[in-house]
């Protein structure tokens, strides 16, 4: 890894994101490399649309919405406290199909390392993402790390 010049964090605004945000700034400091921070939005979604209505309860995606805000929150607070250090941070929003928005982001600024999380989230998470993380690892380029915080 001594090539590693541009590291990409994928977050998704989840609480398993602020480890892999947490260790793309580590690597971003040990390497000297740029640090990339791409959050991922699947947009508003509409259970009805999707035909499971039943499968999700309003109050489990209420959940998940005010989750994602505040994983957010923190994550910002992060990327502020290690640009207040010196570490310069470029912070990407993204809302589309997010293996091709990966893929065109990796392509663009010639991403070397991605950084992701390895943990499982909610089922709610699980559902929207699992096989986006599966579409990401297998389309990708580069090199590819998961991360996963150990429970206490």
């Known amino acids: 890894m001594e090539d590693v010049r541009r590291i990409l964090v ?53 959940k998940y919405e005010s989750g994602q805000q505040a994983a957010e929150m923190i994550v910002d607070q992060i990327i502020r406290q290690e640009e207040e250090k010196g570490l310069p941070i ?12 990966v893929e065109k982001l990796v392509a663009h600024e010639k991403i070397d390392l991605i950084v992701m999380p390895a943990q499982k989230e909610g089922f709610f998470e699980q559902f929207l993402f699992e096989g986006d993380t599966r579409g990401i690892i297998r389309a990708m380029p580069c090199s590819i790390l998961l991360v996963k915080k150990e429970s206490p």
Request: aromatic share 10%; charged share 30%; with cysteine.
């Open 10 to 62: 994928v977050s998704r605004s989840t609480k398993n994101c602020r480890f892999a945000v947490e260790s793309g700034v580590s690597l971003a400091r040990r390497y000297q490399a740029e640090l990339y921070v791409l959050y991922l939005s699947p947009g508003p979604l509409d259970l009805d649309s999707l035909h499971m209505p039943e499968r999700f309860l309003p109050e489990e995606y209420g």
């Open 90 to 101: 470029k912070k990407l929003i993204r809302h589309g199909e997010p293996v091709a928005e």
